[in-house]
């Protein structure tokens, strides 16, 4: 299915604990946040919902169709450090998610949370993180119940919030400036014994 939006740098799939695909779509996330006049510490997107892979190339609508199938919508919300720590722990529970670059987690092969780290500093439990995520990931699915102790969700419902939009709007961007869309496995979740 065409138009072609914009071309890849490499066969990219969504494996946990961390990938290429599923660091390239909550990064999406966060850079299209500037279009919602949100500036995330951080974005989330759960590797289930991540349906197909990219192949190096050339990337259609059909491609990013294939990738988010679902009627996901972007949103933004608010966590306090403690429910963010809380949130990090239940993505290791799962043996990880799509997490954003900056986002630091250590986690033990038995889905336990070691370490989480935001841009090299601590998670300060008093203090207020924004997130960029989905809708469906907001409302506690997946098993990231977390996401349900919010705040300030700005939770837009137009159609063109949907994250198949968001990602082909992101690849369109890119092309526009001429640049080749890359993602790299970067330790954003490290799995120890």
């Given amino acids: 299915m065409g138009p072609v939006l914009g071309v890849v740098a490499r066969d990219m799939a969504a494996v946990r604990p961390e990938s290429d695909l599923s660091n390239l779509l909550p990064d999406i996330l966060v850079y299209m946040a500037k279009d919602y006049n949100e500036t995330p510490d951080f ?3 759960n590797i289930g ?3 197909a892979a990219l192949s190096k190339g050339q990337v259609t609508y059909g491609d990013v169709l294939d990738v988010a199938p679902f009627e996901n919508k972007i949103c ?6 403690e429910n963010v720590l809380e949130l990090f722990s239940q993505i290791a529970k799962r043996g990880g998610e799509g997490v ?3 986002v630091e987690l250590v986690i033990t092969t038995d889905g336990q949370l070691r370490s989480a780290r935001l841009n090299g500093q601590q998670i300060v439990p008093q203090r207020k993180y924004r997130i960029a995520t989905i809708d469906y990931l907001a409302q506690g699915n997946d098993q990231l119940t ?3 102790k919010h705040t300030d969700l700005n939770s837009p419902q137009e159609e063109k919030n949907n994250t198949r939009y968001i990602i082909a709007d992101y690849f369109r961007q890119m092309q526009a400036k001429g640049k080749t ?3 790299k496995v970067e330790g954003r979740i490290k799995v120890e014994q």
Avoid at 76 to 81: D, I, P, R
């Fill in 43 to 45: 974005g989330v997107y």
């Fill in 49 to 51: 919902g991540i349906r």
């Fill in 76 to 81: 933004f919300l608010t966590l306090t450090g």
């Fill in 100 to 102: 954003s670059h900056g």
């Fill in 146 to 148: 977390a996401f349900k």
């Fill in 181 to 183: 869309v890359d993602s």
